[in-house]
T-cell receptor, first 117, second 111 residues
């Protein structure tokens, strides 16, 4: 089974702190994604990466950066945490290469619930 | 703007009833429409998915109905069970580069 793990389930940080969220997948997937999940807004894409050292902005990249130094690890960085970044953060991975079937999916981690005070 | 619109926001169904969740999209380039199920404390997991070349896909009690001309698709849960109580997200994507998610529907199936 594909396993996507996130370094923390819960985090409490103070405004202005630099925050690192780590995500690791064990299936050699090429693509990795960071989303934030907020009630009534669904999942919104922050950043994604097709390969090591490659990154693409998603729909809401402001206030965030990412790092992918190794294929299995994708980090989300909040340079200076703000209260409006309090949210659930979900990491996902996908094998890549597209597909023609109907079971392709992104595999999600359990999420990190971040509270910024 | 929101690429995928989902309704209702919440749904209460009696055990054995039919749960129906609807989604609409605008971008005709979308070619993959998955539904995800999320239980509290867990990440979303794929439930069922459809491509636009078919109008219906059924897996057990779960069915996707797809209307390409109306740019709408829906999830039907037949014989709903309390264990189906979860949040459901529809999504749409193309080339698996990006997925756009609906806002989610919280389903509560009462025993």
């Amino acid at each position: 089974d594909v396993k996507v793990t996130q370094s923390s389930r819960y985090l409490v940080k103070r405004t202005g702190e630099k925050v690192f969220l780590e995500c690791v997948q064990d299936m050699d997937h090429e693509n990795m994604f960071w989303y934030r999940q907020d009630p009534g807004l669904g999942l919104r894409l922050i950043y994604f990466s097709y390969d090591v050292k490659m990154k693409e902005k998603g729909d809401i990249p402001e206030g965030y950066s990412v790092s992918r130094e190794k294929k299995e690890r994708f980090s989300l960085i909040l340079e200076s945490a703000s209260t409006n970044q309090t949210s659930m953060y979900l990491c996902a991975s996908y094998p890549g290469g597209g597909g023609t079937g109907s079971r392709e999916t992104q595999y999600f981690g359990p999420g990190t619930r971040l509270l910024v005070l | 703007q929101q690429q995928v619109k989902q309704s209702p926001q919440s749904l209460i169904v009696q055990k054995g009833g039919i749960s129906i969740i609807n989604c609409a999209y605008e971008n005709t380039a979308f070619d993959y429409f998955p539904w995800y199920q999320q239980f509290p404390g867990k990440g979303p997991a794929l439930l069922i998915a459809i491509r636009p070349d078919v109008s219906e896909k059924k897996e057990g009690r779960f069915t996707i109905s797809f209307n390409k001309s109306a740019k709408q698709f829906s999830l039907h849960i037949m014989d709903s069970q309390p264990g189906d109580s979860a949040t459901y997200f529809c999504a749409a994507g193309y080339n698996f580069n990006k997925f756009y998610f609906g806002s989610g529907t919280k389903l509560n199936v009462k025993p």
